[in-house]
């Protein structure tokens, strides 16, 4: 992922940071996404958001490949989202904040959303840490296996098994709302 020698500075040019914007468009909701479901609340969420991608960009010269930049990114707001909680001393809450995130693919009732989505976050915090991170990371931001491998340092195995026994724990957790439905 980084060059052992960093880049000269004029080969920083158009293209990384048009990687960059791009990353930040593609990838910023579902990093936001993850850190609220983790229980930031969204002031916190979005500063942790920003932080990561500053650090990120202060890595830019190190960065082999600016093409896919998500593992890395997801990383590094992973790392600072725990540094913010021991920091301030919080604890994974629910965030009421994360009730607000739309999701226009879910065919249960607008009002039924907030309810399911407090259900599926207690099941989460009910959950060993790394099952959960590995469930938030694939279903909830969306990332592929095999970032959230690189980003768990874990092996692709081992984030589909820990994944599967997670939504399994949740099933079993949510089997009395018979409209849950997971994408």
């Known amino acids: 992922m980084f060059h052992k020698k960093p880049l000269e500075k004029e080969e920083c040019g158009k ?6 914007s791009q990353a930040y468009t593609m990838h910023g ?24 991608f ?26 600072k ?28 009732r607008e009002m039924d959303q907030p309810y399911l989505r407090r259900r599926i976050a207690e099941a989460l915090r009910q959950l060993p840490e790394e099952m959960a991170e590995a469930y938030r990371l694939t279903k909830i931001s969306g990332l592929p296996v095999r970032e959230v491998a690189r ?7 081992d984030v589909k098994s820990k994944v599967f026994r997670a939504r399994k724990k949740l099933m079993e957790a949510l089997a009395d709302l018979k409209d849950f439905r997971e994408n």
Do not use: C
């Open 29 to 52: 909701p579902g990093i936001l996404k993850y850190l609220l479901s983790a229980g930031m609340q969204t002031a916190d969420a979005q500063d942790v958001l920003q932080n990561s």
């Open 54 to 79: 500053l650090a990120m960009w202060e890595l830019r010269f190190r960065i082999e490949n600016t093409e896919n930049l998500a593992p890395l990114w997801f990383t590094i707001a992973r790392h």
């Open 15 to 20: 293209s990384m940071k048009e990687d960059f």
């Open 151 to 157: 980003i768990l340092e874990l092996s692709e195995s």
């Open 81 to 108: 989202m725990f540094d913010f909680f021991r920091g301030s001393r919080r604890t994974f809450s629910l965030s009421v904040e994360l009730d607000r995130v739309p999701d226009p693919g879910n065919p249960l």
